[in-house]
């Protein structure tokens, strides 16, 4: 597997043209982060605070404004195969099976079909979906679907795993248990790992550090290190201060 990427923010803003309005709306203001090798790295903030903006920057999907966005040492110009990206709603393509999915990106690499059997086995046994191959994305459970996202974008050997919101649309049992089985993923794939998220729990669940964004124009407020060792309980009193400490830098940003 490629080793984990260190990411360099510079100075990254985004404004754009409101199609409603046709006025100048500020997306982001100037935002600075350094993340660092095999980190993960949780951005929170209210919703339409900027957090997509700056991970679809990240990934090459959004062209800021100004700044740069470095990856080890190289700028980021437009998407690549060293960031493999996982959205919300999980993207699959229902006429194809969960083996075809995870192998759609080998292919287009033009990669022969044994490595690719290979690696649809490698990832999805990662995901723990080994012997699904052959089902489509209409038999999965909406975790399940995640979890051949993830494997999708792993499929490609990335350096760097974005995530915006995977888990948003799920149960909070099933939630929890995705976030067990990502950091499982994230541990033996050896990746850098930034993942949006509006739940102080979750982030507080996940990360090594949490980037606190303010409210539209999205900039960063403050970053939490988060010391304490995984798995992480979330009745102790440690994660209810931690938490507790991010919500109180939220809370200012929801009432403006």
Known sequence: MTAAAKIEIRSVRKTYVSGATNQLVEALLP???DIAHGEFVCLLGPSGCGKSTLLNCIAGLVTPTSGEILVDGKAVRAPGADRGMVFQEHGLFPWMTVGDNVGFG?????????????????????????GWQRRFPGELSGGM?????????????????LLDEPFGSLDALTRDRM????????????VTCVFVTHSIAEAVFLADRIVVMTARPGKVKALICITTPRRRDRASSGFTDIYHQAERLLSTEVVE
């Open 31 to 33: 935002v600075d982060l």
């Open 106 to 130: 080998p292919l287009l690499r033009g990669m022969r079909k044994d490595e690719r059997a290979q690696i649809v086995e490698r990832y999805l046994g990662l995901v723990g979906l080994s």
């Open 145 to 161: 679907k995640q979890r051949v996202g993830i494997a999708r974008a792993l499929a490609n050997s990335p350096e760097i795993l």
């Open 179 to 190: 976030q067990d089985e990502l950091l499982n993923i994230w541990q033996a794939a050896k």
